[in-house]
């Protein structure tokens, strides 16, 4: 078994293109680490390690797909995300740790306070978009409940299943801090130069080019400068009609004007 190394799930052909993209993104930054795809697509030729077929296509195959990793340490990275640093120190975390993920973004939202288990408001939902893990029987059970779960209950969403999971089980698990899984790019404008080092961008405006059914194509977003102009955009539009000065009342505005709205 190898040591580390990183897996992609991805199906279908944007999906397997974006993956594609992510992977040499983190080429770049780390040319001797291994890297796997679980996919029924076709991939390009010298760019993965290995390639694994999906056993439980369909909604969430990466809860199938992580069970099955070859390495006894282990990052899942979602196919939108690009690696702009390094990260291999991660896999030391996994020394102490079971696995290990960042925060969900959206924390005051009713989504992302979701499960079946009433958990304090300080114990979020985690981002399952980048997970470290280790290859442990402690952690290959959780992730076959989690899979079971999923499945079972007819879920949209996987977190609040891990959520309930991590807040029952006596696994040893770690919180990322957001350089590990930037979900807020704009989050680089307000940071000083020493408060932290980018290392994986996750953003769904890598997909802005897809067709999601609910909302128009964009262009291609494939560049940090262009997503963190897409985010300026996006976040002049959430804080429209927010009249004060006051930087923490326009929180507690905000959200009540979501909550008004049924958001």
């Known amino acids: 078994m190898a ?22 993104s983190l080429r770049a930054q780390e040319p001797d680490l291994p890297i796997d795809i679980f996919t029924g697509d076709p991939v390009p030729p010298g760019l993965f390690d290995a390639v694994h077929p999906l056993t439980r296509p369909g909604p969430r195959a990466k809860l199938t797909a992580m069970q099955q990793t070859r390495f006894a340490r282990t990052l899942f990275l979602d196919a939108d995300t690009l690696v702009v640093g390094a990260v291999r120190d991660l896999f030391g975390l996994l020394e102490r740790f079971d696995c290990a993920a960042a925060h969900d973004m959206r924390r005051a939202s009713s989504l992302i306070r979701e499960g079946t288990v009433a958990t304090p408001a300080a114990f979020p939902q985690l981002n399952s978009g980048v997970l470290l893990y280790r290859r442990s029987a402690a952690m290959l059970a959780l992730l076959a409940e989690w899979e079971r779960r999923f499945h079972a209950s007819g879920a949209r969403r996987d977190q609040p299943i891990l959520k309930d999971l991590l807040w029952a089980s006596d696994i040893r698990f770690y919180v990322l801090p957001p350089e590990y899984n930037l979900r807020r790019l704009t989050l680089l404008e307000a940071w000083e130069p020493l408060d932290a080092r980018p290392a994986i961008i996750h953003s769904h405006r890598l997909m802005d080019h897809m067709d999601a059914g609910y909302r128009p194509r964009g262009p291609r977003l494939s560049e940090p400068a262009a997503l963190v102009r897409a985010e300026r955009a996006a976040l002049a539009e959430e804080w429209q009609g927010i009249d004060t000065d006051d930087p923490v009342a326009r929180f507690r505005i905000a959200q009540e004007r979501q909550e008004g709205q049924g958001g």
């Open 3 to 24: 040591e580390c190394g990183v897996i992609y799930v991805a199906s279908g052909a944007d999906y397997v293109d974006l993956a594609c993209a992510s992977a040499r």
